[in-house]
């Protein structure tokens, strides 16, 4: 059972304010991500991680940042929330080298609204 | 940079067979996956391709044409269930980093 978990599940917050959003992961995967998708449409990578220590801006411009201090958390922050940042957040795990490594494990996600 | 095209929508009877194709751009290509979410959920894995050819899970399929860069996903026997958004996503680069493409939005009528 892929166990992977994401708080809050809602969150209304606003403009100005500083947020986390937090991600964690019990299967020891290696690989975390952050995507942003608003309703109906893709998803944009914008934040993943290798391992611990390890993170990598994506594709797509964001003002955040995370950290990976330990291999099963993941948090984003949000140090200014905007009203263009209002979105559904979700995180996702892979596991290591070989067959199970294409498959990303996804969160329930976060949505959030800033006013 | 990596691009993924699919159509944006797809109208099936239930019960029939409907393919959803996806084509894409990028360097460093190592395999083409398939992922499905419902309105308001998280997506779910369906289905990964490495090598050229079909993949078969049970009522679903997908295939991989690499020298064309193009793959589809399969739906056999249609459910009112199987209504969903239906993502491609490839695994490309030194580390396998994946890109989604924009979305198939799957509607079963009756």
């Known amino acids: 059972e892929a166990d992977i978990y994401q708080t809050p599940r809602y969150l209304v917050i606003g403009t100005g304010k500083k947020i986390t959003l937090e991600c964690s992961q019990t299967m020891g995967h290696d690989k975390m991500y952050w995507y942003q998708q608003d309703p109906g449409m893709e998803l944009h990578l914008i934040h993943y991680?290798?391992?611990?220590?390890?993170?990598e801006k994506g594709d797509l411009s964001s003002e955040s940042t995370v950290s990976r201090i330990r291999t099963e958390h993941f948090p984003l922050t949000l140090e200014s929330a905007r009203p263009s940042h209002t979105s559904q957040y979700l995180c996702?795990?892979?596991?290591?080298?070989?067959?199970?490594?294409?498959?990303?494990?996804f969160g329930p996600g976060t949505r959030l609204t800033v006013t | 940079g990596q691009s993924l095209e699919q159509p944006s929508e797809v109208t099936a009877v239930e019960g029939a067979i409907v393919q959803i194709n996806c084509t894409y751009q990028?360097?460093?290509?190592?395999?083409l996956s398939w992922y499905q979410q419902h309105d308001g959920g998280a997506p779910t894995f369906l289905s990964y391709?490495?090598?050229?050819g079909l993949e078969e899970t049970g009522r679903f399929s997908s295939f991989l044409s690499r020298s064309d860069s193009y793959g589809y996903l399969l739906l056999q026997e249609l459910q009112m269930k199987d209504s969903a958004s239906y993502f491609c996503?490839?695994?490309?680069?030194?580390?396998?980093?994946?890109?989604f493409g924009t979305g198939t939005k799957l509607q079963v009528i009756p």
């Open positions: 991680s290798y391992g611990v220590n390890s993170t």
């Open positions: 391709n490495a090598l050229d």
């Open positions: 996503a490839v695994n490309s680069g030194g580390y396998q980093k994946v890109t």
């Open positions: 996702a795990s892979s596991g290591l080298a070989g067959d199970a490594e294409y498959e990303q494990y």
């Open positions: 990028t360097s460093g290509f190592y395999g």
